[in-house]
């Protein structure tokens, strides 16, 4: 094991980095101090390293009609193998099974996230090592907000309330789990100019909050 306490960040666009646009898409990538993953990092410091697996588009479980490396409980163990030794990992997942195609229940999605708490906590040995199963921490992302584009809207219909449910539901699935559990609403908001994503000031505030609940984990 690596002196250093390793932690994984396992999450969707929201991880990765979108910068928010008023056409939708395509578009860059924030620099890794104005991701949250990356701002968490410099605002713990020494002694711990952060492993960024964001995707966009990403689901917790489900297979997306369009794109098949959506799903994110089919790229979640190799990426803990991969990355292992680990000591805690961190999903942040569920505004994507909030779209209007997948038809898919506040409850549903967070027995989508269950699915990945299982693999996290069952992920000891990895491929051919010693290492034990790191420990996992729940992140519900803030709800939608205002979705001014027009193929987003159709994307998103009715995925305002299903986001504004899913703080309740992953917490909980954490108690049910008794693994840890944080509100990124209770940090910050959605306020990206496409009412999904966030700007850098937010993903640097969110990566502050998210620090100091892994200090009391780790």
Partial sequence: MTDSKRIMCFGDSLT??????????????????????????????????????????????????????????????????????LDLVIVMLGTNDTKS??????YEIANGMSQLVAQILTSAGGVGTIYPAPKAMIIAPPP???????????????????????ADQYKALASFFSVDFLDAADSISTDGVDGIHFTAETNIALGKAVAAKVRTIL
Avoid: C
């Fill in 101 to 106: 195609f997948l038809h898919r229940t506040p």
């Fill in 144 to 166: 939608l907000a205002e979705i001014p584009h027009p193929w987003f809207q159709g994307m998103f219909d009715g995925g305002h309330e299903k986001s504004r449910a899913l």
């Fill in 16 to 85: 990765w980095g979108w910068v928010p646009t008023t056409d939708g898409a395509p578009t860059s990538r924030y620099p890794f101090a104005q991701r949250w993953g990356g701002a968490m990092a410099l605002e713990l410091g020494d002694g711990y390293e952060v492993v960024e697996e964001g995707l966009s588009a990403r689901t917790t479980n489900m297979d997306d009609p369009i794109d098949p490396r959506l799903n994110g409980a089919k790229h979640l163990p190799a990426a803990l193998a991969s990355h292992f030794p």
